[in-house]
């Protein structure tokens, strides 16, 4: 007689502070499912642009020679978000800007962005790709990490005035970081010497959140130092969208380089097409069985 129907169940993060209260959980959820049943959602991995770091990466021949350290001299993960805890400092306290978003959403995309490519699109493909580039991760180093706090603005307007001890949610005298930068370095032969710098936080000058690629100069420079670096940029949200800054010549009689941009705007590009929700893409996974775009517990182990 064949199997009849399925169980699967999701779980949301924060899963557990730390490495003993995740392994808690895990060897729990373990008890009672099997790793195929049990979906970890990141909400960041529905979402359309990092889905497309994947296609981006290994279905185009142009980048394949050019993601190496030969060619990139460092790579930039940023999350950004112009509003404080507005009364939920409570719940954030408890987790900081580091578990809330740090070791997880920029983590994973961290992985897309570093893996080898894989054998395939199966979800055990995938996974196994992003567990190699976070064993070989070494331990961070304070010295590479920098931790901060928002504070008021006396001349600011409504929520801008606060600071994060303001909140009458947060613990009196919390140190509790709101903004967080770490430089990490992946030792294989790909990225070894390559910068990874994660950097985010909150109350800051607006909302976004990007992978930005900088390609090292140029050698034999024979425009006097006028050509910038060039970039690849992700922008996850918000007006998703790919672009390349590059050199150019200036338009006219000049022989002057300038910087421009080749830019995919996905509200222009693809003006009728409605991005689904990150969870309602997570969701219907869930449904068609793909564990693809979510968290194996390996990967939580070496996150924590």
Same mark, same amino acid.
């Given at each position: 007689?064949?199997?009849?129907?399925?169980?699967?169940?999701?779980?949301?993060?924060?899963?557990?502070?730390?490495?003993?209260?995740?392994?808690?959980?895990?060897?729990?959820?373990?008890?009672?499912?099997?790793?195929?049943?049990?979906?970890?959602?990141?909400?960041?991995?529905?979402?359309?642009?990092?889905?497309?770091?994947?296609?981006?990466?290994?279905?185009?021949?142009?980048?394949?020679?050019?993601?190496? *350290?030969?060619?990139?001299?460092? #790579? !930039?993960?940023?999350?950004?978000?112009?509003?404080?805890?507005?009364?939920?400092?409570?719940?954030?306290?408890?987790?900081?800007?580091?578990?809330?978003? $740090?070791?997880?959403?920029?983590?994973?995309?961290?992985?897309?962005?570093?893996?080898?490519?894989?054998?395939?699109?199966?979800?055990?493909?995938?996974?196994?790709?992003?567990?190699?580039?976070?064993?070989?991760?070494?331990?961070?180093? $304070?010295?590479?990490?920098?931790? /901060?706090?928002?504070? /008021?603005?006396?001349?600011?307007? /409504?929520?801008?005035?606060?600071?994060?001890?303001?909140?009458?949610? #947060?613990?009196?005298?919390?140190?509790?970081?709101?903004?967080?930068?770490?430089?990490?370095?992946?030792?294989? @032969?790909?990225?070894?010497? !390559?910068?990874?710098? $994660?950097?985010?936080?909150?109350?800051?000058?607006?909302?976004?959140?990007?992978?930005?690629?900088?390609? *090292?100069? #140029?050698?034999?420079?024979?425009?006097?130092?006028?050509?910038?670096?060039?970039?690849?940029?992700?922008?996850?949200?918000?007006? @998703?969208?790919?672009?390349?800054?590059?050199?150019?010549?200036?338009?006219? $009689?000049?022989?002057?380089?300038?910087?421009?941009?080749?830019?995919?705007?996905?509200?222009?590009?693809?003006?009728?097409?409605?991005?689904?929700?990150?969870?309602? *893409?997570?969701?219907?996974? #869930?449904?068609?069985?793909?564990?693809?775009?979510?968290?194996?517990?390996?990967?939580?182990?070496?996150?924590?």
């Amino acid at each position: 007689m064949g199997k009849i129907g399925w169980n699967r169940v999701i779980v949301e993060k924060p899963f557990g502070k730390d490495l003993e209260s995740s392994n808690k959980l895990s060897n729990h959820l373990s008890s009672l499912f099997s790793e195929d049943q049990i979906y970890r959602i990141d909400h960041y991995l529905g979402k359309e642009m990092v889905q497309n770091l994947m296609v981006l990466r290994f279905a185009n021949r142009i980048f394949a020679p050019l993601w190496n *350290r030969d060619n990139i001299a460092s #790579v !930039v993960l940023t999350f950004k978000e112009p509003f404080g805890t507005e009364g939920r400092g409570g719940y954030f306290d408890e987790f900081g800007i580091i578990r809330d978003v $740090m070791q997880n959403h920029m983590m994973q995309m961290l992985c897309l962005v570093a893996m080898e490519k894989p054998a395939s699109t199966d979800s055990d493909d995938v996974r196994d790709e992003k567990v190699k580039v976070l064993k070989s991760i070494p331990e961070i180093q $304070m010295e590479n990490v920098v931790l /901060g706090q928002y504070t /008021g603005d006396p001349n600011g307007h /409504g929520e801008a005035k606060k600071g994060y001890l303001d909140d009458p949610t #947060v613990p009196r005298g919390s140190v509790t970081p709101t903004y967080a930068a770490a430089v990490l370095y992946i030792q294989n @032969e790909r990225w070894d010497g !390559v910068p990874f710098v $994660m950097r985010c936080g909150k109350a800051l000058n607006e909302r976004k959140a990007e992978v930005r690629l900088q390609f *090292r100069d #140029v050698p034999g420079d024979i425009f006097q130092s006028q050509c910038k670096r060039n970039e690849l940029v992700i922008r996850v949200q918000p007006n @998703e969208a790919i672009y390349t800054k590059m050199m150019t010549k200036k338009p006219g $009689m000049s022989f002057s380089p300038e910087e421009s941009e080749l830019d995919l705007t996905y509200g222009h590009r693809y003006k009728d097409v409605k991005l689904p929700d990150a969870y309602e *893409r997570l969701i219907l996974d #869930v449904f068609c069985g793909s564990q693809m775009h979510f968290v194996r517990r390996l990967e939580f182990i070496f996150c924590h």
